[in-house]
């Protein structure tokens, strides 16, 4: 990992913004494109896990937090520092590492769900690439994956 760089309270709270701020927007223009080009958003897969967090709380919790520690301590700590040195170009590092993100997703079955899993990876990446600060990027993926997850839930009652 790269020496994390000690930062202010207010840089926090800016970063989180706009990291959260900038997921969105690309989630939303992404999402857009898709249903555009009528690629299919649906997955059974996805679906079958909605069930399971759904009866179960404490385990979406934790899925929520083991994901944002040790996704950001693989693909960002100790991904993209090897990287770094292995290609000496941080674009390289930065599109390298997030493509990786988003192929670890591919599981959950949709195009959009490993499309925008790598442009969360970007942003994550050229973030911890300038700031070398992996708490903030823990912090911001936990929040998304609690806050996508409870929207699906809202939005697929069963």
């Known amino acids: 990992m790269w020496k994390e760089r000690r930062q202010s309270f207010g840089f926090y709270i800016l970063s989180f913004i706009a990291i959260i701020c900038a997921i969105y927007f690309g989630a939303i223009i992404i999402a857009l494109i898709l249903k ?10 996805f679906m079958q896990i ?31 520092p090897r990287l770094q040195l292995l290609f000496n170009r941080p674009y ?7 493509l ?22 970007v942003v994550f990446a050229i973030h911890y690439y300038h700031f070398r600060n992996i708490k903030i990027l823990i912090f911001c993926h936990f929040f998304w994956d609690i806050q996508a997850l409870l929207i699906n839930l809202a939005v697929h009652k069963s």
């Open 36 to 45: 555009l080009a009528h690629v299919n958003n649906s997955s059974k897969r």
């Open 100 to 121: 990786l993100f988003g192929i670890l997703h591919v599981g959950y079955g949709t195009v959009a769900q490993v499309v925008v899993p790598i442009f969360i990876g």
């Open 50 to 80: 909605l069930t399971v967090f759904r009866h179960d709380t404490p385990l979406m919790l934790f899925t929520c937090v083991t994901a944002g520690i040790v996704e950001e301590f693989v693909f960002r700590g100790y991904l993209m």
């Open 92 to 98: 390289i590092t930065v599109l390298v590492s997030s």
